[in-house]
Nanobody
Framework: QVQLVESGGGLVQPGGSLRLSCAAS????????MGWYRQAPGKARELVAD??????TNYADSVKGRFTISKDAKNTVYLQMNNLKPEDTAVYYC???????????WGQGTQVTVSS
């Protein structure tokens, strides 16, 4: 079992920055990829950024050049969000995938609100 705890969300002005963190614990050995998703009201959950083990990071077109996903040796993933826009407002969820065990884990989400 993998536990994911997000932090770093909040209210920010357009053009501002936030950094989200996701700490993974538990059965982290089998994690093949970690990433960030978001879900705005009335919309489906969408991929924001993904970090496959040994693979290349990838981003949604809407955040390319503004967001950066990174990972440290302790299986904490980060999402640096710069030049935030109102359309970035959503609940952001950390995700971890264990392909061998066919387990998809989610954090509880952290609210990001971009508003004047």
């Amino acid at each position: 079992q993998v536990q994911l705890v997000e932090s770093g969300g909040g209210l920010v002005q357009p053009g501002g920055s936030l950094r989200l963190s996701c700490a993974a614990s538990g059965s982290i050995f089998g994690i093949d990829a970690m990433g960030w998703y978001r879900q705005a009201p009335g919309k489906a959950r969408e991929l924001v950024a993904d970090f496959p083990r040994g693979g290349r990071t990838n981003y949604a077109d809407s955040v390319k050049g503004r967001f950066t996903i990174s990972k440290d040796a302790k299986n904490t993933v980060y999402l640096q969000m710069n030049n935030l826009k109102p359309e970035d407002t959503a609940v952001y969820y950390c995700n971890a995938r264990d392909l061998l065990r066919r387990i998809n884990s989610w954090g509880q989400g952290t609210q990001v609100t971009v508003s004047s």
